[in-house]
């Protein structure tokens, strides 16, 4: 094998850390952007834009894109065994290019991917083919909704907007507590490791930014208490925010 095909310079160039996620922002040869992710004897390579692997499924920009075609002509169609072989392809490559995104700090890009994956999950609940196979993957729905949640708050802090990013957490702990009870496991929200991330990322931000209740908590409060003249001026209020 000759010289140029081996990665030796590049490896020692670029140092593996077991302890930390190590990614960086390069250009190709063609003046493209592509995520680089150093991992333990290699690196991985992932486009920034479609599927994160560049390839394509009987014209289709991605798997999901393919399934949901399948869908389109045929609603109650059950995934095949290669059907299900692509999709797991498609979540682990997601799932790399989610967290580049989060530790390059581009959290809209992040936020998308997530929600990629998080339709793919949809796709895979309703046609996957069996009970089992739908488990092994809806038991990481938590964990992407944890990374959107964490970089929708980080969003908004980016425009300078604390009330919003605490919006946010509620929103995805929201969504999070209402995927427990669903599951019939409402008894472990509360001790569950991401919820209390995310909410100690809640109040380190009302510390740090010194505030107090936002419009839709005390909304909340407010129609929890039936003042309802009070809930209606806070609706507006809201809604005034919006335009």
């Not at 250009?27 to 692997?53: F, N």
């Not at 998308?112 to 488990?135: F, S």
Request: with cysteine; hydrophobic share 35%; net charge negative.
């Amino acid at each position: 094998m000759s010289s140029d095909k081996h990665l030796d310079r590049l490896l020692k160039d670029w140092s593996y850390d077991p302890q930390s996620l190590s990614v960086r922002l390069v250009k190709g040869e063609d003046g493209r952007d592509v995520i680089q992710m150093r991992i333990d004897m290699g690196i991985l390579q992932i486009e920034t834009t479609g599927r994160p692997d560049g390839s394509r499924f009987d014209g289709f920009e991605t798997y999901l894109a393919y399934l949901l075609n399948c869908e389109a002509d045929e609603p109650d169609f059950a995934m095949s065994e290669e059907q299900c072989f692509e999709a797991d392809r498609e979540f682990a490559q997601y799932y790399h290019r989610r967290i580049s995104w989060l530790r390059l700090q581009h959290y809209q890009r992040a936020v998308q991917d997530a929600d990629h994956t998080l339709e793919l999950m949809d796709v895979c609940r309703d046609h996957g083919p069996d009970e089992d196979w739908v488990m092994s993957h809806e038991q990481y729905r938590p964990f992407v909704l944890f990374h959107r949640t964490q970089a929708l708050a980080f969003l908004a802090l980016e425009n300078e907007d604390a009330e919003e990013a605490v919006n946010a957490i509620n929103e995805g702990l929201q969504t999070l507590k209402d995927l427990f009870a669903e599951h019939e496991a409402d008894d472990l929200y509360e001790e569950d490791e991401m919820v209390q991330k995310l909410k100690q990322f809640r109040e380190s931000l009302r510390s740090e930014y010194e505030l107090g209740k936002t419009l839709p908590e005390r909304l909340a409060d407010a129609v929890a208490t039936e003042q309802y003249e009070l809930a209606a001026r806070l609706r507006d209020e809201m809604a005034q925010r919006k335009k």
